[in-house]
């Protein structure tokens, strides 16, 4: 502390007498910060990395359950031919208790990785997805991939609403317009760099036969639309015609015809419907003469929200930003697509979470600085010196703001608490300086020699205080291993602020306070090292 002590009295000396400079360098560094602030992405919250992946397949919605297997077992032979892949579990369709609303289109696949170590020193997660992704899509065209972790796909999940890390929520009525403008947003989104596993979950594709019986063609032959339901109802899907007795226990004897008089839409149309005649015995006529019949595509899934439609086009992002990736994404769909009167377009997900935790942060931060303000009010019984211990704050967090910049990490919600944990130290650093200013200025001294020898005994209490902080996160922030993703943007943080905020609170902080408090008319300034 002594070499430092001989290094930095000559130093305050000097800022001290060329408090101009010194504002003027403290204002240009600010700017500087300001703009790489820019250049920082936003996202919720880092990836924690799991030490797997669980990769969901989406087939063609309208396939079956047997005709899907193949496809199953071609997925799993491509991921065990990695020999960073340690097996493969998969899930074809749904599971046998239901829990799960899922297709016989929807194949589930869980491989867990050897350890990071024990892979080729060129080879990451982010490069072996991509590997895999573009194998899994050239052997299998007509299937969508989405790449998440196990623990992350159920949170991302509960988050969107629909089995992907972020959704675009299509909301209206009518479900051919609501495929169309999804079929659009779609082709916009492929467009924008970083957004990957774009899929559209399509709510029609179930072949659904329609028998709309014609009452005025039924009323001639004496038949309402009751009597031609009841015969198309026992004819495809049974009707009881008896109770079987077995001991205590009862059973429906169900009839209806055999598959030959069903199986196809001629079959059904030739259906024979009796009818009573004047004569007395019945007669029977064709179905087609009494009902339009087609084959028509209806909805083989409807999305619901608030009791709306809705249809989901899902997409994560990779190598970029979140926040900057659905930015593009949101002003290319507004200039290219034009949603008709009652749709409208919502964003779920982990971009939704990040817009709620932004605007939580507007109103937690202001809050907790005007708390610390009237703590401190409570303490000088000066908003003028209340307001003086708040000048470290924009340094501590231009500190954080160049350690996320160096670490090459985005703003997110961790990344928030580290820069609120720096309100605190920051704030407690002008507290020590203030505090020792006044009693040197109580003594008889000017406000400089006074500010100057209050600076000189506070630098160790500051730089110890700022430093065990620094030091103690350190380790954190350089970390790398399995949950070490989340911690990081906070420690890094603290670190950044703690390494730049002493240097410019023992420097500048003292030449913004002789300013603000008062002008002297000397300046000149005595004691020694």
Same mark, same amino acid.
């Given at each position: 502390?002594?070499?430092?002590?001989?290094?930095?009295?000559?130093?305050?000396?000097?800022?001290?007498?060329?408090?101009?400079?010194?504002?003027?360098?403290?204002?240009?560094?600010? %700017?500087?910060?300001?703009?790489?602030?820019?250049?920082?992405?936003?996202?919720?919250?880092?990836?924690?990395?799991?030490?797997?992946?669980?990769?969901?397949?989406? +087939?063609?919605?309208?396939?079956?359950?047997?005709?899907?297997?193949?496809?199953?077992?071609? +997925?799993?032979?491509?991921?065990?031919?990695?020999?960073?892949?340690?097996?493969?579990?998969?899930?074809?369709?749904?599971?046998?208790?239901?829990?799960?609303?899922?297709?016989?289109?929807?194949?589930?696949?869980?491989?867990?990785?050897?350890?990071?170590?024990?892979?080729?020193?060129?080879? !990451?997660?982010?490069?072996?997805?991509?590997?895999?992704?573009?194998?899994?899509?050239?052997?299998?065209?007509?299937?969508?991939?989405?790449?998440?972790?196990?623990?992350?796909?159920?949170?991302? #999940?509960?988050?969107?609403?629909?089995?992907?890390?972020?959704? &675009?929520?299509?909301?209206?009525?009518?479900?051919?317009?609501?495929?169309?403008?999804?079929?659009?947003?779609?082709?916009?989104?492929?467009? &924008?760099?970083?957004?990957?596993?774009?899929?559209?979950?399509?709510?029609?594709?179930?072949?659904?036969?329609?028998?709309?019986?014609?009452?005025?063609?039924?009323?001639?032959?004496?038949?309402?639309?009751?009597?031609?339901?009841?015969?198309?109802?026992?004819?495809?899907?049974?009707?009881?015609? %008896?109770?079987?007795?077995?001991?205590?226990?009862?059973?429906?004897?169900?009839?209806?015809?055999?598959?030959?008089?069903?199986?196809?839409? #001629?079959?059904?149309?030739?259906?024979?419907?009796?009818?009573?005649?004047?004569?007395?015995?019945?007669?029977?006529?064709?179905?087609?003469?009494?009902?339009?019949?087609?084959?028509?595509?209806?909805?083989?899934?409807?999305?619901? #929200?608030? !009791?709306?439609?809705?249809?989901?086009?899902?997409?994560?992002?990779?190598?970029?930003?979140?926040?900057?990736?659905?930015?593009?994404?949101?002003?290319?769909?507004?200039?290219?697509?034009?949603?008709?009167?009652?749709?409208?377009?919502?964003?779920?997900? #982990?971009?939704?979470? $990040?817009?709620?935790?932004?605007?939580?942060?507007?109103?937690?931060?202001? !809050? %907790?600085?005007?708390?610390?303000? +009237?703590?401190?009010?409570? $303490?000088?019984?000066?908003?003028?010196?209340?307001?003086?211990?708040?000048?470290?704050?924009?340094?501590?967090?231009?500190?954080?703001?160049?350690?996320?910049?160096?670490?090459?990490?985005?703003?997110?919600?961790?990344?928030?608490?580290?820069?609120?944990? $720096?309100?605190?130290?920051?704030?407690?650093?002008?507290?020590?300086?203030?505090?020792?200013?006044?009693?040197?200025?109580?003594?008889?001294?000017?406000?400089?020699?006074?500010?100057?020898?209050?600076?000189?005994?506070?630098?160790?209490?500051?730089?110890?205080?700022? $430093?065990?902080?620094?030091?103690?996160?350190?380790?954190?922030?350089?970390?790398?291993?399995?949950?070490?993703?989340?911690?990081?943007?906070?420690?890094?943080?603290?670190?950044?602020? +703690?390494?730049?905020?002493?240097?410019?609170?023992?420097?500048?902080?003292?030449?913004?306070? !002789?300013?603000?408090?008062?002008?002297?008319?000397?300046?000149?300034?005595?004691?020694?090292?």
């Amino acid at each position: 502390m002594r070499s430092i002590r001989r290094i930095y009295s000559p130093v305050l000396r000097w800022s001290l007498t060329y408090r101009k400079t010194l504002v003027a360098i403290g204002a240009a560094f600010l %700017t500087v910060v300001a703009f790489v602030a820019m250049q920082l992405g936003s996202e919720f919250l880092p990836h924690l990395e799991e030490g797997n992946l669980w990769i969901r397949a989406s +087939m063609p919605p309208t396939i079956g359950l047997e005709a899907g297997e193949p496809a199953a077992s071609k +997925m799993r032979e491509i991921l065990l031919r990695h020999p960073e892949i340690i097996t493969v579990v998969s899930q074809h369709g749904r599971p046998d208790d239901g829990s799960d609303a899922s297709p016989f289109s929807n194949v589930d696949l869980f491989a867990p990785l050897k350890p990071f170590t024990e892979w080729p020193p060129y080879l !990451t997660k982010e490069k072996l997805v991509e590997q895999l992704q573009q194998e899994l899509t050239n052997a299998l065209p007509g299937v969508t991939f989405n790449f998440s972790q196990y623990i992350q796909d159920n949170i991302e #999940e509960a988050l969107s609403g629909v089995k992907g890390e972020n959704s &675009v929520k299509i909301i209206g009525r009518d479900q051919i317009i609501l495929e169309q403008l999804a079929q659009q947003v779609l082709h916009e989104m492929e467009q &924008v760099k970083g957004v990957e596993d774009l899929g559209v979950f399509w709510v029609r594709g179930q072949p659904n036969l329609n028998i709309k019986v014609d009452r005025n063609r039924a009323a001639r032959y004496g038949l309402n639309a009751g009597d031609v339901n009841a015969v198309v109802q026992a004819a495809l899907g049974g009707a009881p015609a %008896t109770t079987l007795l077995e001991a205590d226990r009862r059973f429906d004897v169900v009839v209806r015809l055999p598959p030959e008089y069903r199986s196809t839409v #001629e079959a059904v149309r030739n259906v024979k419907v009796g009818f009573a005649t004047a004569a007395g015995p019945n007669a029977y006529i064709p179905l087609s003469e009494l009902a339009d019949i087609s084959l028509d595509t209806g909805a083989s899934f409807i999305y619901r #929200e608030a !009791t709306q439609r809705y249809i989901p086009v899902k997409f994560s992002v990779r190598d970029r930003d979140l926040a900057s990736a659905v930015a593009e994404a949101q002003q290319r769909i507004a200039n290219n697509i034009k949603l008709p009167n009652g749709y409208r377009i919502e964003w779920a997900g #982990e971009f939704e979470s $990040l817009q709620q935790a932004k605007k939580r942060l507007a109103l937690i931060i202001p !809050t %907790t600085l005007i708390l610390i303000l +009237m703590l401190l009010y409570g $303490l000088f019984n000066s908003l003028r010196d209340s307001l003086v211990a708040l000048l470290g704050i924009p340094f501590a967090a231009a500190g954080g703001i160049l350690g996320l910049y160096a670490g090459g990490l985005n703003f997110s919600i961790s990344a928030a608490i580290g820069f609120v944990s $720096l309100l605190g130290v920051s704030v407690m650093s002008g507290i020590l300086m203030i505090n020792s200013y006044n009693q040197f200025a109580a003594s008889g001294m000017s406000k400089m020699e006074a500010m100057y020898h209050a600076a000189e005994q506070q630098m160790r209490p500051i730089l110890m205080m700022a $430093l065990s902080a620094c030091i103690g996160l350190l380790p954190a922030a350089l970390s790398t291993g399995i949950g070490s993703q989340v911690q990081r943007p906070l420690a890094t943080v603290v670190v950044g602020g +703690m390494l730049v905020a002493p240097v410019m609170l023992l420097l500048l902080m003292p030449v913004l306070q !002789t300013l603000l408090l008062g002008r002297e008319n000397g300046s000149r300034i005595h004691g020694g090292g």
